[in-house]
């Protein structure tokens, strides 16, 4: 009960937290969003204003010879209509005559107002307007015409200013909103203060009559005066205050159920121990014990139980943002935290669709390619498929390097379809992993070449006992990089294959199953013993001695005549050589066996006897019981005789 205690103040903390963040955070963002719209719109202005003051410029002189040309129109307008409501009814001349100049003005006038239009027009795609701006930030209309000395900016600026004073008025009456005529506009008037005049460049620039556009404005203004009071009123605000509190205590009870279930699912997992979890093997290997599989799973419980209490809480501020209208600007800004960058994932992937069919159509394709020359490496090993000049043995490792070689070709076409491809970065992080891996891995790169060249050469196939440099023993494993050797003491010799290619290899087991391998060892015996019965003990040392074949028969060679002994060469065919040292401790013991049995004295290499009195030199077990070894001669000479 006190962990759940703990953990419900944990959570209110939590939630009081992140909350009262969020609240002082919106405040802090109002206040630095307020300073930089500020300084925004400022900055804004002054760059609009610089791009437009030569387009406007140009405008305004020309609108200024426009405008001074209808102010001489209308004095003489005005002149000629009182000159001819001065004359008299039997003067028609002069008044046909006055009538025409008025005619003439009416011309001008309309002629004045096309070739503003043109002006304007023109402008369109260049000039940009100055926004009105409503309580909540928002734009109401453009303004791009300047009136007597107010420049756009400035009309703007001071219409916003105004409309804001209207909505801090109590008891706003929309009835009191009004348009006046004057001489040369329309004035929006709220009592007795003017919000704003609606001339005939303002018409045109909206490419309305002065007097529609002028009642739209009005219509704006009043909707907006009376939208903004309605929101801000003593009621409204109850209401939205209302609806927070219960936002925030749905949030509240969401985070402390949360946190049940997470207790409850982290109870469930920890009563499963040696039950349903019984942890991870693979074979013999226990990845993870049952106890480190619960650790894991309750941990990822607790950081579940965060990630939805961390959305619960994001999901909530946009929601109590949205409630108060000066604040529905944050609310949008936060979801599209979420929602814009799911919307570009989400078109990335669709405008990404046709290169992913394209690349796994490649895919495929190459699949087959490679299911193909599978085939075809099984067929050659099993001995279905024969080619001139191709070994079995090079069947695998041919298919190997040929897959290697498809798959880089594939990764090749595949390249220009994967996303990112042909940006710069993409192409310099390739470069650069492709030259650490050459530089990198040079000594292995000689290695693999190096297995290569004697998968051709066929120097030896696994199982074949062979020599390489002073070692010697069975192959038991040929990879790319190096021959693995198992030597008579079973000891494991690791040899780089560069190392291999280097040295001098003897291959004992290549002929040995045709021609059989000649197993030699080399004795001397001393001249008094006859070279005939020499050949007979080796030859019949040789067919006793297991593993040695009796066909071809086996031979003595005789390689030196040393100064005390002559030296004998025993060879002898076996098709075991792989047990070569057994057979040559077998052949020695028959050696001496065979030599002892026939009396053949074992002098060497520097065993030197005097057969004067001397016992033989043969183990005891072969000296016939009557042996006596023989006197010394001793022979007397008289000097006399002599």
């Known amino acids: 009960m006190t962990n759940i205690k703990i953990n419900m103040f944990r959570s209110k903390v939590l939630l009081i937290f992140i909350l009262c963040l969020g609240y002082s955070t919106v405040l802090f963002s109002q206040e630095k969003i307020a300073d930089e719209t500020v300084t925004t719109v400022d900055s804004s202005f002054a760059i609009i204003d610089s791009i437009n003051s030569t387009i406007l410029n140009t405008y305004n002189a020309k609108i200024a010879l426009i405008e001074k040309q209808r102010v001489e129109d209308s004095i003489k307008k005005v002149e000629l209509e009182k000159e001819l409501t001065s004359l008299k009814t039997t003067d028609n001349l002069k008044k046909e005559e006055l009538l025409q100049q008025l005619n003439e003005l009416n011309e001008h006038e309309s002629n004045r107002i096309a070739q503003k239009k043109a002006e304007i027009d023109a402008l369109r795609s260049t000039a940009k307007g100055y926004p009105v701006k409503g309580f909540f930030n928002e734009d109401l209309f453009l303004i791009y015409t300047k009136l007597g000395s107010f420049s756009a900016i400035d009309r703007a600026n001071a219409i916003s200013e105004r409309i804001a004073k209207i909505g801090n008025h109590f008891g706003f009456d929309s009835t009191q909103m009004k348009v006046v005529s004057t001489e040369s506009a329309l004035d929006i008037e709220y009592g007795d203060q003017i919000i704003m005049s609606v001339t005939e460049s303002d018409a045109i620039w909206n490419s309305v009559s002065k007097e529609a556009l002028a009642q739209q404005y009005k219509e704006q203004i009043t909707s907006e005066v009376t939208k903004y009071q309605a929101e801000t009123s003593w009621t409204t605000l109850s209401k939205e205050i209302g609806l927070a509190i219960l936002v925030i205590i749905v949030v509240y009870f969401l985070i402390k159920y949360v946190g049940r279930v997470s207790r409850w699912s982290e109870g469930k997992i920890r009563a499963q121990v040696n039950i349903r979890i019984k942890g991870i093997k693979i074979k013999n290997y226990t990845l993870w014990d049952a106890q480190q599989q619960v650790n894991v799973l309750v941990s990822a419980n607790k950081f579940l139980k965060w990630l939805i209490n961390i959305l619960i809480v994001y999901i909530a501020l946009p929601v109590l943002f949205t409630i108060f209208p000066w604040t529905k600007d944050f609310s949008e800004t936060l979801f599209g935290y979420i929602l814009n960058p799911v919307k570009k994932i989400a078109v990335g992937i669709w405008e990404y669709l046709p290169n992913l069919i394209t690349i796994i159509v490649i895919v495929i394709v190459f699949r087959y390619v490679i299911k193909g020359l599978r085939f075809l490496k099984n067929e050659i090993e099993a001995g279905h498929l024969e080619l001139n000049g191709f070994y079995k043995d090079w069947a695998n490792p041919t298919y190997q390097i040929v897959k290697v070689l498809v798959f880089a070709f594939m990764v090749v076409v ?116 006859a070279w005939q019965d020499v050949y007979q003990a080796f030859i019949d040392a040789a067919l006793r001695t297991d593993l040695l074949l009796k066909e071809p028969k086996p031979f003595v060679l005789q390689t030196s005549l040393d100064d005390f002994y002559v030296s004998y060469q025993l060879n002898a065919y076996t098709r075991d050589p792989n047990k070569q040292a057994k057979i040559y401790s077998d052949l020695h013991q028959n050696i001496q066996d065979v030599c002892n049995e026939r009396g053949i004295e074992i002098l060497s290499p520097h065993y030197r006897a005097a057969r004067d009195g001397n016992h033989i030199a043969v183990p005891s077990k072969y000296i016939p019981k009557d042996y006596k070894a023989p006197s010394f001669g001793i022979k007397i000479e008289d000097k006399n005789d002599h």
């Open 414 to 529: 595949i390249f220009p379809y994967l996303p990112g491809s042909d940006s710069h970065i993409f192409q310099g992080v390739s470069v650069f992993l492709g030259f650490l891996f050459t530089f990198g891995s040079a000594g292995s790169l000689s290695n693999i070449v190096a297995g290569l060249v004697l998968t051709y050469m066929r120097l030896f196939k696994i199982g074949d006992r062979v020599k390489i440099g002073e070692v010697i023993g069975d192959v038991i494993e040929k990879s790319m990089l190096v021959t693995r050797i198992r030597t008579v003491k079973n000891e494991i010799i690791s040899i780089p294959n560069s190392t291999v290619m280097n040295s001098h290899t003897v291959n004992y087991s290549s002929d040995a199953p045709d021609k059989g391998l000649i197993i030699h060892t080399t004795l001397t015996i001393g001249y008094d013993v």
